[in-house]
């Protein structure tokens, strides 16, 4: 599929919802957290306990948004998702007690099922784009926390928790909003538009239904999976890992370059690695994150060496957030592309919300380093899982080229009719 077709400034539009929906759904709690907790006389690890909590329900729900996003568009489902989020903040900032804001955290969590990366990534697919279109979305979106962290800080200097989420949710009903009605129109009449265009990729568009569960999408949700422990167990206790291998007060400097790194990885990605499989991009990114880790460990507490530990996992982290949209359609194809988003959001949400509280427990019962090399060694496993994705696919589309060759011979067509089958065809359209 061409990226072509893609208006540039729907990719802007969306961008821009993202940095939005990131900064007032996620990135601000961490910011507005212990003036939370003071006001409801409640400690910062239940505030934080909550966000887990709402995380884990999110992951329950991203399958079925996905599907629904298949069903219905993900520009039409972004609409409600967006008064939905306006809705939860709201309800967020004048809860009168601490069930009040739980409820708020969840209804957030709940809404950001239908307004972030798995929906627009799903969007930006049904608007006629692909790799390069959610390669320059990530990038876009990359500056959220760039922006709101700040902007959050200096808001809440002058402004109550209660106020500043106020002022979020309208940010959410009068920005994003309207941009997603478009966008939504905007997807209706290049659906119509394609309806009238035979595809001749037919009958290519990946696994049926009924082989949705083959052993490559289990290995893809594996990888995605171990991804997201490392990730989060890692960046919501960066600054104190760092302290505790010995950097002392260089600790905020050298978490300071992740963002950077992160967002350089997507700049370099758009740039140059444009005939790169998503298959290879994913081993890259698992083996910067898993490699960083290991560099730190070895090094510590040099700086220079931690320095580029924070380079190679924001690199990691950069890429594999263009991966989570752009592998699936790469191996499985557009149709039911929003179902395999979901489901690949739901395994790196779902370990996510364990993963801090899991390194919490291995640095308590074996020591700092101890913990992290088995964090290393967890990584190591994430490489093997998209390891055998690489092969995996290898081989499909070998099969596939030796079918061509010999149409007629008997049992021409058995491995395109395998669990898992990838089209080559599709995957030269894609790159």
């Not at 589309?397 to 089209?423: I, L, N, Q």
Request: aromatic share 10%; charged share 10%; hydrophobic share 55%.
């Amino acid at each position: 599929m061409s990226d072509a077709k893609i208006p540039a400034c729907a990719i802007w539009a969306l961008g821009t919802t993202q940095i939005v929906g990131y900064g007032t759904l996620y990135y601000s709690y961490s910011i507005l957290a212990p003036a939370v907790a003071a006001e409801l006389a409640w400690s910062q690890q239940w505030v934080f306990a909550v966000l887990s909590v709402s995380l884990l329900a999110s992951a329950i729900l991203a399958p079925f948004a996905g599907s629904l996003a298949d069903r219905v568009g993900a520009g039409c489902l972004m609409v409600p998702g967006s008064l939905a989020a306006a809705g939860a903040l709201l309800l967020c900032a004048l809860a009168p007690g601490r069930a009040g804001f739980a409820l708020g955290v969840l209804a957030m969590e709940l809404a950001s099922c239908f307004v972030l990366y798995s929906t627009a990534f799903v969007a930006i697919v049904q608007l006629g784009g692909a790799r390069r279109g959610i390669t320059h979305l990530t990038l876009i979106a990359g500056f959220a926390s760039t922006l709101f962290w700040p902007l959050t800080t200096l808001l809440h200097q002058h402004l109550g928790w209660r106020e500043v989420l106020a002022l979020f949710a309208a940010l959410n009903a009068f920005v994003c909003l309207p941009i997603h009605w478009w966008l939504a129109r905007l997807s209706t009449r290049i659906g119509k538009a394609r309806e009238r265009v035979v595809p001749v990729t037919a009958g290519l568009s990946g696994p049926a239904p009924d082989r949705r569960w083959s052993l490559l999408f289990v290995l893809v949700l594996a990888g995605f999976a171990i991804e997201g422990f490392m990730l989060s167990a890692i960046l919501v206790q960066m600054v104190p890992l760092l302290t505790l291998v010995g950097l002392g007060g260089a600790s905020v400097l050298v978490a300071s370059l992740f963002g950077p790194s992160q967002v350089a990885s997507r700049l370099v990605n758009m740039l140059f690695g444009r005939g790169l499989s998503q298959t290879s991009l994913a081993l890259g990114a698992t083996a910067g994150l898993a490699g960083g880790l290991a560099v730190l460990l070895m090094v510590a507490p040099s700086v220079p060496g931690a320095m580029l530990f924070a380079v190679l996992f924001g690199f990691g982290s950069g890429l594999m957030s263009i991966v989570g949209g752009t592998l699936p359609l790469e191996l499985f194809g557009q149709e039911r592309y929003g179902s395999y988003v979901g489901w690949i959001t739901a395994a790196r949400q779902f370990s996510s919300a364990f993963a801090p509280f899991g390194l919490t427990l291995m640095i308590s019962g074996l020591g700092v380093f101890p913990a992290l090399w088995l964090n290393v060694v967890v990584g190591l496993f994430g490489i093997a899982a998209f390891a055998a994705v690489a092969l995996i696919s290898r081989q499909s589309r070998r099969g596939e080229k030796g079918g061509t060759a010999d149409a007629t011979a008997p049992g021409a067509d058995s491995f395109a009719a395998a669990p898992g089958y990838v089209s080559g065809a599709r995957l030269k359209t894609l790159n």
